[in-house]
Every structure is written in structure tokens, then in C-alpha cells.
């Protein structure tokens, strides 16, 4: 198989291009800015990519956007929303113009987020649940809507609603490492929310799997387990043998991050993998206990 990836330079990029090359498969970067591999191939996602840049591959893995864990200004939500949309849209136009011309690429898998479901309480998400409301919600309704000129064409699509990814080089767990360490942590809020989390293992896994998986399409929960804020905190706080008898009020989270802590820090999603256990993925690491410890041993 022979596929092309944007957003390689990124936590899930480098995981999957790396378990790619393993494999023995010919991956290429989608690269903006320096080439720096002589098989990248260069573009800019707010513009047109020529069809026949696509025509050698059999996918596509479209992980590129915006980092959303930043304060959300006017500016960067444009960002964040332009970096998803336009880029899934021109990607996915020049693959159903390649693809109409040359039957590939075959498939498309793309990156999308939980954040799709909004803050849900105690109910269980599986990808037949609603888009929720708010600024994520709307970010990844339009990003996978963006992907139809594809899908439309013939090309299988896959959209992975990927949850919090767990992995010590970077992401979430990274940013909450030194409060635990330091043992001023303790849980968000009510620390009622559900958080849903993959490893970085898995999740590499699960964009493989999509890729290789003719039945793979639509959305995809990639979520191996959740857990309460509160059970997320004192888990972390016991792997590391810190305490975490502190917490942080709401009304401080949303005065410092606003609609950010809102919707990714106090936001509440239990969401469930059905598909893709319908599908005969399985999960390596589901316990939380037991995967940090191994991530951070």
C-alpha cells in the first residue's frame, strides 16, 4: 500500500508514519513549508492541490489542523476552523477528481474529534449520537462535511472521532505532567465530566486499521475507555505517587481559558467505540491504571 499523509510532523503523524514504514508500506509526507524528504510532496491546504499529485496513491491520511489547545481569539478559531475545512476540501477534491480518472486514491481516512458530540453528561456516545453544540461541535461537523466531494466520487471515507490520546512525547498528558509531579493538582471543576482517552499506541493502530479496512467508513469513535475527571486525577495522582486533594473551580477555569476550558476542559463526554469494535479492532491498552503506569514507568 502506498499512502500519503498530512499532518506527519504531528503526536498521531509521526506515530503512524513510523508504524507504516515498519510495515513495509511506502509512506509519503503532505508537507507545507520545507520539503525536507525528497518523496514529500509540497502544499498548502488553503489552496487547490492538483489531482494528479494523488494519482500513485491508494490513500490518503489526512491528520493536519490547527493545535486547538491554545486561547480561542477570534483569530484562532478562524484558524482552527480554516485549517480543518478547506484543507479536508481541497484534499478531498483533487482525490475525487484523481480518483475519477485513475480509481485512486481508493480511501481517505481523516482525523476528526469528539468534540463533534458537545458536552453530553452521563450519556453514551456512539457515532449514531448527534452533533452537540458549541465551537468544537461546529469546527468537526463542517471538517467531516468537508471530506464529501470524496466520498461522493466513489472514495471510501473515514472520519476517526479520536478522543484524548495518551503519550508522554506530547498532547494532553504532557501539559498536565507538572502539576502532578509538583502535587498541585487535583480534579477539574465538579470532576463529574467523562473523560474518553486512547493511547497514542492505539490510536496509530486504529488510523492503520481504518486504512486498511474496506468496511471502514463514516465516523469512528476512537475512544478505548472513559473515566471521570475525578477518577482521571486521582489515577494520574497515584501512578505518580503525588497527592491530589486540591481542585480547581469552574468559574477559575473559565475566567482564565473561557470558552477553551468550556468545551476541553469541563466539557463532559462518555463515548463509546462501536464501531469500530464492530469492525474487529482491539483495543491493547484499556485500563487507565495500567497504561499510564506504562507510559510513564
Known amino acids: 500500500m502506498k499512502v500519503l499523509v498530512s499532518g506527519a510532523s504531528g503526536l498521531i503523524g509521526q506515530k503512524v508514519l513510523s508504524l507504516l514504514r515498519e510495515q513495509g508500506e511506502v509512506a509519503h509526507r503532505l508537507v507545507r513549508g520545507t520539503v525536507r524528504e525528497m518523496s514529500d510532496v509540497p502544499w498548502q491546504p488553503s489552496t487547490p492541490l492538483a489531482p494528479g499529485n494523488l494519482a500513485e496513491y491508494d490513500a ?15 483569530r484562532a478559531r478562524q484558524e482552527i476552523l480554516d485549517s ?3 484543507g479536508t476540501l481541497n484534499l ?11 480509481g485512486r486514491p481508493r480511501a ?8 463533534y458530540y458537545g458536552s453530553r453528561g452521563d450519556d453514551p456516545l456512539t457515532e449514531d ?17 468537508s471530506a464529501l466531494p470524496a466520498a461522493m466520487a466513489g472514495v471510501r471515507v473515514a472520519h476517526l472521532r479520536t478522543s484524548i490520546v495518551l503519550s508522554p512525547a506530547g498532547g494532553a498528558l504532557t501539559k498536565m505532567l507538572p502539576a502532578f509531579k509538583l502535587g498541585v493538582a487535583g480534579k477539574l471543576g465538579s470532576g463529574r465530566q467523562w473523560w474518553s482517552w486512547v493511547s497514542l499506541h492505539d490510536a496509530a493502530r486504529a488510523y492503520l486499521f481504518a486504512l486498511e479496512n474496506e468496511r471502514a ?17 486521582r489515577t ?3 501512578v505518580l505517587h503525588r497527592p491530589t486533594f486540591l481542585s480547581v473551580p469552574a468559574f477559575a477555569l473559565r475566567l482564565v481559558g473561557g470558552d477553551m476550558a468550556e468545551e476541553m476542559l469541563l466539557a ?12 474487529g479492532f482491539a483495543f491493547e491498552d484499556h485500563d487507565l491504571e495500567a497504561t499510564l503506569r506504562s507510559l510513564l514507568q
Not at 92 to 102: F, G, L, M, V
Not at 108 to 115: F, P, W
Not at 138 to 144: H, S
Request: hydrophobic share 45%; charged share 15%.
Open 60 to 74: 490518503i491520511l489526512h491528520l493536519a489542523g490547527r493545535n486547538v489547545g491554545t486561547y480561542w481569539t477570534d
Open 84 to 86: 480543518r475545512v478547506e
Open 92 to 102: 478531498a477534491q483533487a482525490a475525487a477528481h484523481s480518483y475519477r480518472k485513475t
Open 108 to 115: 481517505m481516512v481523516c482525523a476528526s474529534a469528539i468534540g
Open 129 to 145: 449520537s448527534e452533533a452537540g453544540l458549541g465551537f468544537l461541535a461546529n469546527v468537526c461537523r463542517q471538517w467531516e462535511e
Open 217 to 233: 467508513h463514516g465516523a469512528l469513535n476512537l475512544a478505548a475507555a472513559s473515566a471521570t475527571n475525578a477518577e482521571f486525577t
Open 236 to 238: 494520574l495522582g497515584r
Open 268 to 279: 463532559s463526554q462518555k463515548v463509546l467505540p462501536q464501531r469500530l469494535l464492530e469492525l
